[in-house]
């Protein structure tokens, strides 16, 4: 046997003896494989914040329509106007009462006009003019009415027509005392007419003061800002 020989036997009784042992044979060193590292695990998305509630104080807020007192010059004129009314009610009523007591001295006034007339002609024209100062006064009742809607309403040309329906029953006063305020029957219904002019005078000039000319033309009364009774114009 020659030296080259023995180290080729010392390992082949060196694999012989690891086979018989169990261990594993010697392997070639193997590259280590490179591993990314594991993603961490995914949390659930957040849910938003909610929104904070808006202030109740110092925002300008949206114009809402509302119901405001009128100013004290309206008022006023609204009540003059109503009293004038009844009392224009009641010198109707009352006119209406006396006709009969009240029909010699209409017929008198007529006959002094033209005294040779028959007496059926005289008496049919003292029914006229009874019926016409009658159908005035009532006429200017009505129109009162309509206009203090309006006025109420705030529309503009109310004051207008109540300029002429003021002028109109000026010229009514004017007939009634003529020719149906006479007698002793006919002072009180002067008297009621009078009353009934001065109060619907007196109503237009207060709805010609600043505030009720300011109040018509707004229109609408609108409120911005909190809720809260605003204080009436003056």
């Known amino acids: 046997m020659t030296p080259s020989d023995a180290p080729s036997e010392r ?17 070639a060193p193997q590259a280590q494989t490179r591993r990314s590292p594991a993603p961490p695990p995914s949390e659930p998305a957040a849910k ?24 004290a010059a309206v008022r006023l004129a609204q009540i003059c106007w109503v009293l004038s009314l009844v009392v224009g009610a009641i010198a109707v009523g009352y006119l209406f009462v006396i006709r009969q007591s009240i029909d010699p001295d209409i017929e008198a006034i007529v006959r002094e006009v033209d005294a040779s007339r028959p007496s059926e002609t005289i008496s049919s024209a003292a029914d006229i003019v009874f019926w016409c100062v009658f159908g005035a ?19 503009d040309n109310a004051r207008w027509w ?15 005392r003529q020719f149906v305020a006479v007698g002793d029957r006919g002072i009180p219904l002067d008297r009621l007419l009078l ?19 300011r109040w018509t033309a707004r229109k609408h009364d609108v409120r911005r800002g909190p809720a809260g009774n605003p204080a009436p114009e003056l």
């Open 48 to 71: 938003p914040a909610k929104p904070e509630r808006p202030a109740l104080h110092d925002k300008a807020a949206a114009p809402v329509m509302v119901k405001m007192p009128p100013p």
């Open 11 to 27: 390992r082949v009784g060196s694999q012989e003896l690891t086979r018989r042992s169990g261990a594993p044979a010697p392997s």
């Open 195 to 213: 009353i009934q002019l001065g109060l619907s005078a007196l109503g237009l000039l207060f709805c010609i003061i600043p505030a009720a000319l």
């Open 137 to 155: 006064m009532v006429a200017v009742l009505l129109v009162q009415i309509t206009v203090l809607v309006s006025f109420n309403n705030r529309r």
């Open 162 to 176: 109540m300029l002429g329906i003021l002028l109109f029953l000026a010229v009514t006063v004017l007939a009634a």
